[in-house]
């Protein structure tokens, strides 16, 4: 994977410093740093023109989306990762509103972390599964309260992989289905597979079925299925 420029906005200097240094040996290199969205926005307009921003939301509130919205319209061509310590309703909706590309809790491993930004960078969306079901049933607006949701899920398209598994299907087959590529499969895979611990496509199609994601053929022969890829 070629370089990417990385601009983190983060109020904590401390944790700007570590992540800094947790990438130093990934794709992924912090060149520009600001400790809030309205010195960020003075970075930017002073010439800066980063691939990937990482950004940190303090409260949710309507100055913090205005200030994301003018952060996207300045660097449209830069995806937009949030990097926070809470799961909130609010905060994913100002995200989702200023054109976020993904949604990351800081508790993430290092490698949980990269795997998740290089899908950001193949034109994916990362989301925590329990967040993106909020969306869906209407209970994500940006007038709503904050309800803290369970720290582990997969993102959607994870979900939808796991289904593909339990219906038997090859990473081809997969990819056809998704219309994405192979590679972006195989990507999703092992972060699926580090995320539930599980070593191989049949442990992840179990559990799977244990915890509720069912496919078309959800069931015994199903896994049989998925082993035999």
Request: aromatic letters at 2%; glycine letters at 8%.
């Amino acid at each position: 994977m070629e370089p990417v420029r990385a601009f983190l906005i983060d109020s904590n200097k401390l944790f700007r410093e570590g992540l800094k240094r947790l990438l130093d040996d990934s794709p992924f290199q912090i060149v520009a740093e600001a400790g809030n969205l309205r010195e960020a926005l003075n970075t930017v307009e002073n010439g800066l023109r980063p691939q990937l921003i990482l950004l940190d939301l303090v409260n949710g509130g309507e100055e913090e989306a205005e200030g994301m919205r003018r952060l996207r319209a300045q660097l449209p061509e830069a995806r937009m990762v949030i990097l926070t310590s809470d799961l909130c309703t609010r905060r994913l909706a100002n995200a989702l509103e200023a054109g976020a590309d993904g949604y990351l809790m800081k508790d993430l491993s290092s490698d949980a972390l990269a795997q998740s930004l290089r899908l950001v960078m193949m034109g994916e969306k990362v989301f925590p599964t329990h967040l993106a079901a909020l969306l869906i049933s209407g209970r994500v607006n940006g007038n709503g309260t904050d309800m803290p949701v369970s720290r582990k899920g997969l993102s959607q398209r994870e979900v939808q992989i796991l289904r593909c598994l339990l219906n038997g299907d090859s990473n081809k087959m997969i990819a056809n289905h998704l219309n994405i590529t192979e590679a972006t499969v195989k990507v999703h895979l092992k972060s699926l597979l580090r995320k539930i611990n599980a070593s191989n496509r049949t442990q992840a199609a179990i559990w799977a079925l244990n915890n509720g994601i069912g496919g078309e053929l959800a069931g015994a022969g199903a896994v049989a299925a998925a082993a035999n890829q």
